[in-house]
């Protein structure tokens, strides 16, 4: 038996990635089996043995980089394969030796020489006749999808040109003419299934006119010859033929249509890493040629789910369908304006906290009057100071000791919710809404600072926020959050929790209402609070101990000094 190394045809690429090897050591491979599936930047593509035979060795392995006439397998002939081959090729073998003979005598050594008999080669006569093309083997004995037909009733078509395009679950494939000539009728339609011998189209093809005519006489042994050169011919249209697919693996990609929600258009490699991740490629939309999905649209999926922003078909990836798009300007006039970038990050982390934690809001009023008359009868010496004195630090020194008091609420998960991080320092960011959108920048050790520090300071941030000079710094290590709406108005809001701090205090407007002292309804300055928390790691009954702690530090100042 003869053994015979099988190349790397030309894929269009200096180099390309064998991401999966489809035979083995031993296998009987029939002719256009698939041997290997490789991938370049653009496409994937099968690889199918131009002749049959038994696998002897495959001299490539799964990632290797490989590229046009490198060594793929050893195909170990069969017999009869072997004699067909070498009785076929022997004229031609012996042509080809003269020809290189040839060559290196010159062109003088190809005259013919008096008294022989000049071989002349003519242009073949060509006679069009009626052609049945059908699905050739792709690979796989089940029916395929038919994605795209490339041609129409009546089109002129090369040999090569592409007919269909089918799609299994390894690859999309296109499908080659066979022969030149005129499309007559059309089988297969988008959306139909298709395998091995199902009719594709019928054509009038152009063919030699010589092919039909049986040799006669004395043309007997020089069509001896011809046959073998017809037979190797054959067979190198026959290779030609499998390659196509591979040749055209770009054209094929840009073939596929994008069907949003719809049938999936990707390569074997994509498919693997999706199903390794538990990717449904249905909820990730391409960016190939045509919406055909590659490798760098699993990595934004993936990077989109772990950013939780809106990725296509569903809200951040937690099937949760898609508001539907609405032409409004179908109703009026419109005007339409982007989101800023500060908009943009604020709506991703808003919309991550709102679906990942499971939120809780409590409520509570504080007795605010004594902390009032206080705070206004600072107002010379902040003048002085060149300070204001507002209820926020007030609120930063009571929320710190409330901090100190109820750890769970100091805190943060960790390890995909399995562990709890109790934090020693007590960094409180303040909401501040800007032009450009809110920001959260952070006071850093508020239980260390006294009221006057507080209140240089979150002036101090608060102007760098609307002037947009905040540095990155200024808003990360935060333990708790308080977003204020006391200066806009409002008695209540449920605050979205600041991930990944586990609460955030909700402040609303200060009012006078009658409050029961016992003996009469006196007036009293109450500042409506709301707390939002992690349910995960916070209860009812620890909110309940920090609303009951918080409110008692406000109505009376002196107890953060215990």
Known sequence: MRKEIIKIPDVGSD???VIEICVAVGDVVAEEDSLVVLESDKASMEVPSPKAGKIAAILVSSGQQVGKDDDLIELEMTSEDESAIGGAAGGAADEAVADVHADVEGEGAREPQAGSAE??????????????VEVPDVGTEDAVDVIEVCVSEGDEVAEGDSLIV???DKASMEIPAPYAGKVESISLKVGDSAKRGDVILKMLAQAPAAEEKAPSG?????NQGDSSQAKSSSQSQSVAAANAP???AENAAQAVPPTPGGEVYAGPAVRKLAREFSIDLKAVEGSGPKGRIVKEDLQNYVKNLVENKPVAGAASGSGIPAV???DFSAFGDIEKEPLSKLNKLTAANMHRSWLNVPHVTQFDDADITELETFRKSLKSEAEKKGVKMTPLPFLLKACAAALRANPKFNASLADSGESIVYKRYVHIGIAVDTPAGLVVPVVRDVDKKSLWELAEETAELASKAKERKLKPQDMQGGC?????????GGQGFTPIVNTPELAILGVSKLTTKPVWDGNA????????LSLSYDHRAINGADAGRFFTFLAEALSDIRRLLL
């Open 218 to 222: 004395h043309q007997a042994s020089s």
């Open 119 to 132: 071989v002349t080669q003519s242009a073949p006569v060509l006679e069009q006749r009626a052609q049945t």
């Open 521 to 528: 309804f006196v007036p009293r300055e109450m500042l409506p």
């Open 246 to 248: 591979l040749k055209s």
């Open 324 to 326: 539907p798009e609405v």
């Open 166 to 168: 089918l799609e299994s």
């Open 480 to 488: 708790f959050t308080i977003s204020s709406l006391g200066g806009i």
């Open 15 to 17: 180099q390309v990635e």
